[in-house]
């Protein structure tokens, strides 16, 4: 007697829940893949605030005549980058760190840890050498990642540093 291969139920349940499980695990994946996405999204944004207030600095230091970066002019370009990053990720500075106000997409705030002169020549922490005078800056910012439930908003910190050639 042949088996009947149409109406034959064995395994049914077990593929039903194999189904139910590959839904479950294709909506975890979505969920993860949007949320990788939009973190990846708000750390670009961030990434080209900070170039676009490191460049700032430095070309106004150079249009109002600093042509050498040393530690004496350090505290001059320093202030420009301040006024810069400041205005545009709308935080204020209080010493090496940029409090989020109302209306910023940064939940705590974002840390300057470097911010040293580097003449032609010199090694970079890259690991690169410095083509010009110019600032090495590096601050942590911290982006959410999202509401996770019953733990709330989950934020990932990343470290980011540029060059800014004179």
């Known amino acids: 007697m042949p088996v009947d291969i149409i109406n034959d139920e064995r395994g049914a349940i077990s593929t039903y829940f194999m ?61 420009y980058f301040d006024t810069a990053f400041s205005g545009i990720t709308q935080t204020t500075v209080d010493g090496n760190e940029y409090d989020p106000q109302a209306g910023s997409l940064f939940p705590r705030p974002i840390t300057l840890n470097r911010f040293a002169p580097e003449s032609q020549g010199a090694a970079l922490p890259n690991g690169r050498s410095a083509t010009s005078d110019g600032y090495w800056i590096s601050v942590t910012v911290p982006i959410v990642t999202g509401n996770i439930p019953f733990l709330g908003p989950e934020t990932v910190d990343i470290p980011m540093s540029y060059y800014a050639a004179l």
Not at 19 to 27: D, S
Not at 58 to 71: E, H, L, P, Q, R
């Open 19 to 79: 189904g139910v499980y590959a839904i479950g695990i294709i909506l975890i994946f979505a969920f993860l893949l949007t949320t990788a996405a939009a973190v990846r999204q708000h750390a670009d944004a961030a990434y080209g605030w900070f170039v676009a207030a490191s460049n700032y600095a430095v070309y106004t230091a150079t249009m109002s005549g600093i042509g050498t970066a040393d530690d004496d002019n350090t505290s001059q370009v320093r202030g």
